[in-house]
T-cell receptor
Framework: DSGVTQTPKHLITATGQRVTLRCSPRSGDLSVYWYQQSLDQGLQFLIQ???????AKGNILERFSAQQFPDLHSELNLSSLELGDSALYFC???????????????FGPGTRLTVL | SQKIEQNSEALNIQEGKTATLTCNYTNYSPAYLQWYRQDPGRGPVFLLL?????KEKRKERLKVTFDTTLKQSLFHITASQPADSATYLCAPAGAGSYQLTFGKGTKLSVIP
């Protein structure tokens, strides 16, 4: 158990809808990262927050947005969903800002999103 | 653009042998390289981090090397066991990097 929690575990929805994925980082970790994993693309970085502020952005679509709250939990909002958005979405956390190198990341169990 | 290649999508090895996985990168010079293990449907789990000034790092049956001249990292599992079967991901990162960029992974199967 990594200490990172994600809800819900599974989500099935229709095209055009909007969903919110939630993540609670490990106790004491200030950085939260969101990743998308699909079969053909592998694990793709979406966005990072550190202590409430956005710090890095990857290939995140404009239809997607995220935020980190004062209690450090984070939410990823996906809107106008398309079939191609079906994937596993992972949240990860790290103790410091430099989760791209110096600091290891701890991943949650993921949310499996299916868009029908 | 930066490119990360892991030697093969799948690697089958006999139990007890040493598994060697390769991670090659092009168009940048990482200061760190992390390795993760991922089981089907689960989140990746951190295994090892190696810095550019470290040629080799070990943890129990795991060994990682980092050759900045060849732009390559090798990941070894000695005395492999069926429980080592998983997908292994490498993630090189520059100094001051906020994020990880993962390779597509190598799926290792250890056959009893």
């Amino acid at each position: 158990d990594s200490g990172v929690t994600q809800t819900p575990k599974h989500l099935i929805t229709a095209t055009g809808q909007r969903v919110t994925l939630r993540c609670s980082p490990r106790s004491g970790d200030l950085s939260v990262y969101w990743y998308q994993q699909s079969l053909d693309q592998g694990l793709q970085f979406l966005i990072q927050y550190y202590n409430g502020e956005e710090r890095a952005k990857g290939n995140i679509l404009e239809r997607f947005s995220a935020q980190q709250f004062p209690d450090l939990h984070s939410e990823l909002n996906l809107s106008s969903l398309e079939l191609g958005d079906s994937a596993l979405y992972f949240c990860a956390s790290s103790v410091g800002l430099l989760g791209g190198g110096l600091h290891e990341q701890f991943f949650g169990p993921g949310t499996r999103l299916t868009v029908l | 653009s930066q490119k990360i290649e892991q030697n093969s999508e799948a690697l089958n090895i006999q139990e007890g042998k040493t598994a060697t996985l390769t991670c090659n990168y092009t168009n940048y010079s990482p200061a760190y390289l992390q390795w993760y293990r991922q089981d089907p449907g689960r989140g990746p789990v951190f295994l090892l981090l190696i810095r550019e000034n470290e040629k080799e790092k070990r943890k129990e049956r795991l060994k990682v090397t980092f050759d900045t001249t060849l732009k390559q990292s090798l990941f070894h599992i000695t005395a492999s066991q069926p429980a080592d079967s998983a997908t292994y991901l490498c993630a090189p990162a520059g100094a001051g990097s906020y994020q990880l960029t993962f390779g597509k992974g190598t799926k290792l199967s250890v056959i009893p």
